[in-house]
């Protein structure tokens, strides 16, 4: 069997299994013109899952939370969008390799806070590896990988259209309203741009019980520019900048609101990426290649309201972090001898530093801090047999860390993969894979590099994780089914300690057993999936929870049900989507002090209804009205930092509610 074929069952089986919850209204679309080069040769696996373009659009996200619903095994925990963090099988999104048009998102600028500060409306296609990450998705992927693509004027032009533009706006009951244009077009026939600009205002909001969640309003503006370049066949450059700013009065730890002398305060965050690809599609003699270097920086700033003397800050002080990565990443692809190989090398840079800050009081630090990582790479795979695909990959990487007080860390390692597919039928195909991948220690946190008292310990060691998992793929006909089983482990994970040490160190060993079991049925106009997530993980015996900063949460087994029909006369589209959480029972460790509780989080069932009209065909004006948490549910997110219980065992919750019933209608028009 050639390997084309193989390659073309796995990814129609993926399209069907993943793709699907909105493919009657990407039926309504124009045909796009003139492809985008592509350098992506490989077999997606069932851990493996693509958020596409028209997926994206008639969802219409305005968050994070809302960008990755539906997603089997994906949790956002926070009803505020700043504080969101991504979940992956209960991982945090701080342990996977994300990266923005191939920009490297490092570090955090408060374990409070979200590290992805992205505006959906921008973002064209989602990739999301659970688990085992391929050697090419970059260094330090110990949970998976997520790649965010953001779209390209050649993407949104109609056939034989040389210009073009959408005006966009929506409203929502609860609260908020949002607007926006772009532009884009062809210079010529090997240059084509896009210029695109958002703004949201949203309120406060209620949640399902009515109450007021007071200081989660934000105003949020993006904007992006994109230039691509094909001076001949199968070549292509690409300079893109992209740059998000959020700003809101809200607490000093925005993601909860009570105790702690949890201060509220003005701030405004800020991320700005500038990217530069060359990419070749390749031929029978040369490689494909895909070369990309980037620079991106993130800013957090605040002004003090009131004197805080834990953190040596006077009244009115104006402070806050930035954080800035940049390197180059390259990839080839050669076919030899009915194989395909992938190689190459990444460099990337880390710097952290503390804006404005005082002067040390107790710990000496430089209030700055430096990592930086080089790695190189391959991966083949290989048909067997006829009936079988081996995949095999290592990647070797050398870390450097110095921190913010003059401490210097560095290791090196290698981190192999592999895997073996056996195609049982046309339709039906079983995997097993399992990987070892090495982190060496690096910036991990903003907020500690001014004048706090934390310090790295002296004998930091490097973080390593193992991935094993066994899966399988089906889809025949109007039926997909794909599922997992799988075992993780991070050892030497590496967070603060109890406040009388002032330590980050390493603090144990992160095990977790889990599965993934989705399907769906599509037939004419008619759709529907089912799919069943649930993970442990636990840190040295007991369940991840709030204080597991960096690592991960401990949530219930989650259900995701979509229903979905097309009127193709009407142009109009319906789907109707439901996630539950089952109740869920913990017994965590509180680091900071040093005791265990029993956590109880409530069960919910949330449902939102989407309804997408071209009223005038095809795509040019697109109406879409959506009712999220339709029931009006009043609940707490089991992923967000909501659950405390005191010394006498009593539990409260600390963090903000979900939003409640929320109307919305969107507009866009496209000329």
Known sequence: MKHKQIRRRHARALALAMAGVFQGSHALADDQVLAPVTVTDSVPSEASSTIPAEVIEARRARNLNELLQGENGVTVGSGTAIAQKIYLRGIEDSMLNTTLDGAAQSGRAFHHQSRLLLDPELIKQVEIDRGSSPASAGPGALAGSLRLTTKNGRDLLRSGQTFGGIVRGGV????????????????????????????????????????????????????????????????????????????????????????????????????????????????????????????????????????????????????????????????????????????????????????????????????????????????????????????????????????????????????????????????????????????????????????????????????????????????????????????????????????????????????????????????????????????????????????????????????????????QAWNLDLEWMTRVVERHKTTEYLISESRAVTKNKAGYAVHDLYANWHPLGKDRVRVTFSVRNLFDKSYYDQASFAYYVDAAGIQSNRGFAEPGRDLRLDLSWKF
């Open 172 to 567: 929502a009951s609860n609260e908020g309203s949002h607007y926006g244009a772009s532009l884009y077009g062809l210079a010529g026939e090997t240059v084509d741009f896009l210029l695109s600009g958002n703004r949201a205002d949203n309120k406060d909001y209620e949640d399902g019980g009515g109450q007021r969640q007071h200081y989660s309003a934000a105003t949020e503006t993006s904007g992006l520019a994109k230039f691509n370049w094909r001076p001949a066949q199968g070549h292509e450059l690409s300079l893109g900048y992209q740059s998000v700013e959020n700003e809101g009065t809200r607490y000093l730890r925005p993601n909860f609101w009570e105790g702690q002398g949890n201060s509220l305060m003005p701030q405004t965050t800020q991320r700005d990426t500038l990217t530069a690809a060359y990419r070749f599609a390749g031929d029978d003699v040369r490689p494909a290649l895909d070369i990309n270097v980037f620079a991106d920086e993130m800013q957090v700033e605040r002004t003090a309201e009131a004197a805080m003397p834990q953190f040596n800050k006077p009244l009115g002080y104006r402070f806050g972090e930035k954080l800035s990565s940049d390197g180059i990443n390259a990839l080839a692809i050669s076919k030899i001898a009915g194989s395909t190989l992938r190689y190459g090398l990444n460099h990337h840079t880390y710097r952290m530093s503390a804006i404005n800050p005082r002067p040390p009081v107790i710990s000496g630090s430089s209030g700055q801090e430096r990592s930086k990582v080089t790695g190189v790479f391959a991966e083949s795979e290989t048909p067997l047999l006829g009936h079988f695909l081996l995949g095999l990959g290592a990647r070797y990487d050398w870390y450097g860390y110095t921190d913010n007080h003059g401490q210097e860390f560095s290791s090196d390692g290698l981190s192999p993969n592999a895997s073996l597919t056996w195609l049982a039928t046309d339709a039906l195909s079983f995997r097993l894979a399992s990987s070892r991948t090495l982190r060496g220690a690096g910036l991990k946190e903003g907020f500690y590099v001014d004048n706090m008292r934390w310090r790295n310990a002296a004998d930091l060691q490097e973080e390593t994780a193992k991935n094993h998992e066994i899966g399988f793929t089906y889809a025949e006909g109007p039926w997909h089914l794909k599922g997992a089983l799988f075992r993780m482990q991070i050892e030497n994970f590496i967070t603060t300690t109890t406040g009388s040490s002032w330590l980050i160190d390493n603090v144990g060993t992160m095990k977790s057993n889990g599965y993934e079991l989705g399907g769906g049925w599509q037939q004419g106009d008619f759709r529907t999936g089912l799919s069943v997530a649930h993970a442990r993980p636990k840190l040295n015996g007991y369940d991840l929870g709030d204080e597991a900063y960096g690592l991960g949460v401990s949530t219930g087994r989650s259900w995701h049900f979509n229903f979905g029909h097309t009127w």
